[in-house]
């Protein structure tokens, strides 16, 4: 069983659709919560970051972990076409060595049609 | 643009072979991670070096190196290729300062083909 698992998609909306994506995950450890956008042939880029348990909301984008579930979710309100990209939740320790390294899902395509 | 270079964006060669990918952190980063992405296993750790010194090891095989140069650029070295050593290979800096979360910037990536 993979530390991290993450529903491939993929997902089509129209666009102004509400979004959900979601991860769940098995180490008890992970503190720290990432979403990444991934446009086709390029590298990953940041949406947002959670520490623990709580939501965090930026614009159009809201950021849900539960910890106690070992959940955590995206939601993407009134959805643009530009918004389409593969998404990727990604997890990190707070202790210990390996301090840094993601684990990552993965990765939801996302198409938002016009 | 994250700030992270890497060369050559594109990989061509033959089982067998080695090839040497190359990373150039953003300015002022002393982490480097770099990552192997494939379409059945996603995107995976490899191996962290901070400041020149190997710090974490993660899904890396025998057959593949990597180091973290004075100046910081880092080069990871695959030898003995196989078909599935056809991935796209990330590289991603972080800042590392303690105590704080530490944003990973994450390369255009080298796409690597085995034939």
């Known amino acids: 069983q993979k530390e991290v698992e993450q529903d491939p998609g993929p997902l089509s909306v129209p666009e102004g659709a509400i979004v959900s994506l979601n991860c769940t995950y098995s180490?008890?450890?992970?503190?720290?919560f990432m979403w990444y956008r991934q446009y086709s042939r390029k590298g990953p880029e940041l949406l947002m970051y959670?520490?623990?348990?709580g939501n965090k909301e930026d614009g159009r984008f809201t950021a849900q972990v539960d910890k106690s579930s070992k959940y955590i979710s995206l939601f993407i309100r009134d959805s643009q076409p530009s918004d389409s990209a593969t998404y990727l939740c990604?997890?990190?320790?707070?202790?210990?060595?390996?301090?840094?390294?993601?684990?990552f899902g993965r990765g939801t395509q996302l198409t938002v049609w016009p | 643009d994250s700030g992270v270079t890497q060369t050559p964006k594109h990989l061509i060669t033959a089982t067998g072979q080695r090839v040497t990918l190359r990373c150039s952190p953003r300015?002022?980063?002393?982490?480097v991670y770099w990552y192997q992405q494939s379409l059945d296993q996603g995107l995976q750790f490899l191996i962290q070096y901070y400041n020149g010194e190997e710090r974490a090891k993660g899904n890396i095989l025998e057959r593949f190196s990597a180091q973290q140069f004075p100046d910081l650029h880092s080069e990871l070295n695959l030898s003995s290729l196989e078909l599935g050593d056809s991935a796209l290979y990330f590289c991603a800096s972080s800042v590392e300062i303690q105590a704080r979360y530490n944003e990973q910037f994450f390369g255009p990536g080298t796409r690597l083909t085995v034939l």
């Open positions: 959670t520490y623990s348990s």
């Open positions: 180490n008890s450890a992970f503190q720290y």
């Open positions: 300015s002022g980063d002393l982490s």
């Open positions: 990604a997890m990190s320790a707070n202790r210990g060595s390996t301090l840094g390294r993601l684990y």
